[in-house]
């Protein structure tokens, strides 16, 4: 079923379950990803997953159709796994810096990470970058987002992304070729 | 005579979309570091995706129905303060302000008779409004409920509407 078409069922509420379950169905696992490579711990993402879809099903009517409801989901998902994060430093009572370091011994441990080494000193440079190129690189490397739907999620224009893109693959092999 | 052939015309071909993929293929390339892996080694158990749509579902339903549960608590609560209110303005006002054809005032053996006949119905959330933060040891009580009835009581009744967290 095209979007367009779910946005108008999902506005409807005799469609509305429906139209919704078709939209968890077709966006969960792209959502999934997204999400768990901000919060890196499996349990995180699902809370995280589940609060977006929650968000988008009781937001649906005030989403005005400006931008795709593909981008507006992953902003959605993306503004949930950040304020996710804060509110663990908060309750750490640690900066977003230290936070991360905290992350990474967890993955170290983690069930659901099975990693090598150097797939674990990946994470550890993805730590180091500033939040916004973390976000930039791992939605143009990993998810292959287009410069033009990122510019639309993480309200950025697409110079200023690319450059971002650019700088974090930089440091990413810089650290990587230090092994 | 020599046969004239066309540049593109040669028997080769290409895999469908071939063409209309390339840009996306070609960006893809550049964009992938040979010194940065493309897997992260992130797992999920078993299942987990396929059971998400269902988990979801009926996290929205237990939302709903605590969203329902909260309104009807507030209101609950709004009918408790209006009838405590209520209460109070008629026990606290001053005698003089009495109708005229009231010429006695109540005693506290009126006002007692008057609860333990059941004209005030207090609920179970006007009873948690009410004593809220007090502990059981401060209250006292008239005619205490042996132990064992209220055990019994519990054992029958389901208490977990009572203990909801509410957003």
Known sequence: MQDNIVIKELKSSTTQEKAFKTLVEKYKER?????????????????VLQNTFIKVYRNIQSFNEDSAIYTWMYRIATNEALSFLQK???????????????????LRADTYFDGDEIQMKLQEAIATLPEKQRLVFNMKYFEELKYEDMSSILETSVGALKASYHHAVKKIEMQLTKL | MKRKVSKNKIDFSVPENYFSDFDKRLESS???????????????????????????????????SSVR???????????????????????????NTFATDQSEEL???????????????????????????????????????????????LNQNNIDNYTLTVE
């Open chain 1, 31 to 47: 959502l999934y990803w997204h999400i768990r490579r901000i919060v890196l711990d499996h349990d995180d993402a699902d809370d």
């Open chain 1, 88 to 106: 663990k430093a908060k309750f750490y009572d640690a900066t977003s810096d230290e936070l991360q370091q905290k992350m990474l011994e967890n």
């Open chain 2, 30 to 64: 550049i964009n992938t570091s040979e010194a940065i892996p493309k897997a992260t080694g992130f797992k999920v158990p078993d299942g987990y995706l396929d059971n998400f749509g269902d988990r979801l579902w009926n996290k929205i339903d237990q939302n709903k």
């Open chain 2, 69 to 95: 549960t909260s309104k009807i608590r507030r209101l609950y609560a709004m009918s408790s303060i209006a009838a405590i209110l209520i209460l109070g303005f008629i026990i606290m006002k001053p005698k």
């Open chain 2, 107 to 153: 005693t506290t053996f009126d006002i007692n008779t008057y609860i333990d006949e059941g004209f005030i119905n207090l609920s179970t959330y006007d009873i948690i409004e009410t004593f809220e933060g007090v502990s059981l040891e401060d209250i006292e009580m008239a005619d205490p409920i042996p132990r064992e009835e209220i055990i019994e009581y």
